[in-house]
């Protein structure tokens, strides 16, 4: 079965950066798409960013647009989320996850993952 590993989270002040490591392993899928999601304390799970294996479409979140950049490298099986220029509301737990099917990134976030990571902390201080 497929399993989702985050890691990089940790405790930066506003404007600074961390990027957000999800490593995949027991992958038997060719196509999926891979989000990035985020809730805090006392609000909705939100989508922040998902990436597509099928076509390579990604999508991002109007709130971290041109902050956030999404990446894959296949021969790590491994999903990157680079985080610039944070902003205390970016502080959340963040979550990557599996849409095991063919799907475009945008679509992708809008549906709700089949598998979760365990997720990791991010805390953006004043």
């Known amino acids: 079965e497929v399993q989702l590993v985050e890691s990089g989270g940790g405790l930066v002040q506003a404007g600074g950066s961390l990027r957000l490591s999800c490593a995949a392993s027991r992958f038997t899928f060719t196509d999926y798409a891979i989000g990035w999601f985020r809730q805090a304390p006392g609000k909705e799970r939100e989508a922040v960013s998902c990436?597509?294996?099928?076509?390579?479409?990604?999508y991002y979140a109007d709130s971290v647009k041109g902050r956030f950049t999404i990446s894959r490298d296949n021969a790590k099986n491994t999903v990157y989320l680079q985080m610039n220029i944070l902003k205390p509301g970016d502080t959340a737990v963040y979550y990557c996850a599996a849409i095991l099917r063919p799907v475009a990134a945008g679509l992708a976030c809008s549906l709700r993952p089949e598998v979760w990571g365990q997720g990791t902390l991010v805390t953006v201080s004043l």
């Open positions: 990436i597509s294996t099928n076509d390579g479409t990604t």
